[in-house]
């Protein structure tokens, strides 16, 4: 009796946590959303899909008015994509972009003018230093000028440094040699003079990533040219997001007259051998990897929601230094850690799931501001 006693009991736990779960996945079309519980704070933004910058999903596109208030392009606006070929620019879905946030009052933000990622192959195959120079300049004008009045801001360069708080060996760094950060930030101001201007990258709330990051926006004011802001992309892991560190981050960025935004959040719950956003860097996928592929433990969900609730809690304390927080996403099923670093996986790093449903994450986010 004992024994079988033994067994049900934690059977009935889960049941009971899980009927607690389904009933706050509570439909909340009609109410208030995060943007609106956050207005006196900063602003709250999401990446967006082609698809969604079509509106082509009706319930997707309603969650996304309802909830948020400045966007990112996930992919558009990237140098592949924008600028296919040496003397070929697409502006097609970008211009759709424009046209959506400003007729849904969003603050978009350009994403971004100078990655080594997602560069368009031709990028790669200029051999000249004169070339190159002429792609990097002529690039930053035709992108930054076209949306110039606008847009609201620019991630104007992407990922430039190492885990160390070095430059990292990018054909940019190769080709141009470092002042290439300052002029970026030079051209940009130049073609988009109303626009905020950012340096963006992932772990540079870590300490050597940071002191690199510090002295790279030194490096820009020295030379006279506007930076406005830093974005820490917060590609965060569950139970394990550096709270000190990004306190500690908030506050140096902050000391240098600068504005803190939180750019590509997600609280990823899968394992993996490695920290960080490095979309070149892979892992081999296998079963052990994808623990969640029929459903997610509601303590998974539970600790997911503490740790949100921490976060922003943090944010919050420092709502006088940031001014956006950003997810990489709008739901589970949209998000990029579905692919990478391991292919194939399902993954719950967001607060909406893939029913587009609120997670006890999104409650606890909205309990902070009750
Ligand atoms: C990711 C996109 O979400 C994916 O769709 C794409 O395949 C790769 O890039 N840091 C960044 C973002 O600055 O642009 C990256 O976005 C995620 C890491």
Redesign the pocket.
Known sequence: MKKILQQLVPSVLLLISCQFCTAQKKNISGSKGLKDAYIADFLIGT?L?TGQIEERNLKSNELIRQQFNAVTP??CM?AEHIHPEWDRYDFTLPDKLMAYSQKNNMKLNG??LI?H??LPRFAHRIQSVDSFRTFFESHINTVASRYSGKIFSWDVV??ALNEDGTLRKSVFLDKLGPDYIVEAFRLAEKASPKTELYY?D?NNEQPLKRAGCLELVKKVQAAGVRIDGVGI?G?WHLGKVPFAAIEESILAYHALGLKVMIT?LDIEVLPRKFQG?D?NQRQASNPALNPYANGIPDSILAQQAKDYEELFRLFLKHRDKITRVTF?GVDDGQS?LNG?PVPGRTNFPLLFDRQLLPKPAYHAVMGLKK
């Open positions: 990446a899909n996930e992919n990237k994403h971004t990655w990622s997602q992407n990922e963006n992932y992309q590609h590509e956003a979309v990489w990029w990478w």
